[in-house]
């Protein structure tokens, strides 16, 4: 199972987020959003700048 940084929110597979290189991982996440293009709206609103797989809800 992923986990989800608690920083970024983005699911990652291991103990390090590629993004922002924190450690602060968590698999305690709810939903999950993938963004192929960060310019559309969604992923504005969500606050998602890069390409990737993230979670909406990080507990």
Do not use: Q
């Amino acid at each position: 199972m992923e986990s989800a940084c608690k920083i970024c929110k983005r699911l990652v597979e291991g103990n390090e987020c590629p993004v922002c290189k924190s450690h602060e991982l968590t698999k305690n996440w709810k939903s999950v959003i993938i963004i192929f293009n960060p310019e559309c709206e969604i992923a504005k609103k969500a606050g998602f700048d890069l390409p990737g797989k993230y979670a909406l809800k990080v507990l």
